[in-house]
């Protein structure tokens, strides 16, 4: 039976991260979708829509609890299962030992963890007392992360389970202006070389500029950004959250089961115009 877990956390209104964890007995499953149903807000909600369809339960937790609410009655539009059951509550990751409890928590009704996607997002405008929050943050919940779902995952050999750390080009590049994202991006990538060395199936998807409200809200306040990044990115576009989930789903699938320890760039060519 498959089930799912989806997350979404936020620090004084804005979205910190988004995680979404799976419970995954009989393997994975990525059925098509027929169409986007609106606009995802990040690629990791968009990898939880394209698996709804095989999911069986989802837990959504935000600070929010009523954004958790929507969420959930969101998934329990695209589900098709008749076993789907859908359950919102309230979580801060601000909180000493909270990410701990969670994933306890998410044992207790999930009953295993598969397969976990840990997102974290930071907003360029915040003063520095805010992005030190928020970059403390990110790396100690994807630090805790690590351990809980390595203490609550099974053993099921080296083809299934599998984590995967949403990174950015600014894993693997300077860019200038944004120490403190800099920073929680590279301390993703590096936590996922760490983590691959004991034998977990961990990867960092790395993508750059995607079309979330975050970067929405970045174009709209910066004059003449959207011609810089169609300038940096050689396709000419932003991505869309969608085809960085079609990365997450096969980072998880049994179909990458000999790759761990990586990043894995999804950039439109980005990060090749930054070394130029």
Same mark, same amino acid.
Not at 143 to 160: C, I, L, N
């Given at each position: ?14 979205a ?9 007995? =009989?393997? @994975? ?7 986007? @149903? #609106? ?6 909600? =968009? ?73 974290a ?13 928020? $970059? ?5 919940? $994807? ?9 609550? +995952? ?5 083809? $299934? ?9 600014? +894993? @693997?590049?300077?860019?200038? #202006?944004?120490?403190p ?9 590096? @936590?996922?070389? #760490? ?9 960092c ?24 990044i ?26 990458s ?10 950039d439109? #060519? ?5 070394? $130029?």
């Amino acid at each position: 039976m498959d089930q799912l877990l989806s997350q979404q956390f936020l620090i004084r209104g804005q979205a910190l991260s988004i995680n979404l964890v799976f419970s995954n007995s =009989s393997g @994975l499953k990525y059925p098509q979708m027929p169409q986007w @149903l #609106g606009q995802s807000s990040s690629p990791t909600k =968009s990898s939880g829509v394209f698996l709804m369809e095989g999911a069986a339960g989802v837990l959504v937790a935000d600070i929010d609890l009523s954004l958790a609410a929507d969420v959930a009655a969101e998934c329990t539009a695209l589900a098709v299962n008749n076993c789907f059951h859908a359950e919102a509550i309230q979580v801060d990751i601000t909180m000493e030992n909270a990410v701990q409890a969670f994933f306890h928590q998410t044992t207790e009704i999930l009953g295993r963890i598969d397969y976990c996607i840990n997102s974290a997002i930071l907003e360029f405008s915040k003063p520095p007392t805010s992005q030190t929050l928020t $970059r403390e943050a990110s790396i100690s919940t $994807r630090t805790q992360e690590a351990r809980a779902v390595s203490d609550h +995952s099974p053993g099921r050999g080296t083809t $299934r389970g599998a984590m995967v750390k949403l990174g950015s080009g600014s +894993s @693997l590049i300077a860019t200038p #202006g944004v120490l403190p994202y800099i920073t929680s991006k590279h301390g993703a990538l590096g @936590l996922t070389l #760490g983590n691959a060395r004991h034998g977990i199936r961990v990867k960092c998807v790395c993508p750059s500029w995607t079309d979330t409200p975050m970067v929405e809200r970045a174009v709209s306040g910066v004059e003449g950004l959207k011609d810089i990044i169609q300038t940096a990115v050689p396709m000419g576009r932003i991505a869309m959250p969608e085809e960085e989930a079609d990365a997450v789903i096969f980072l998880w699938n049994p179909r990458s089961s000999y790759v761990t320890g990586c990043s894995f760039v999804v950039d439109g #060519g980005t990060t090749l115009t930054a070394l $130029r």
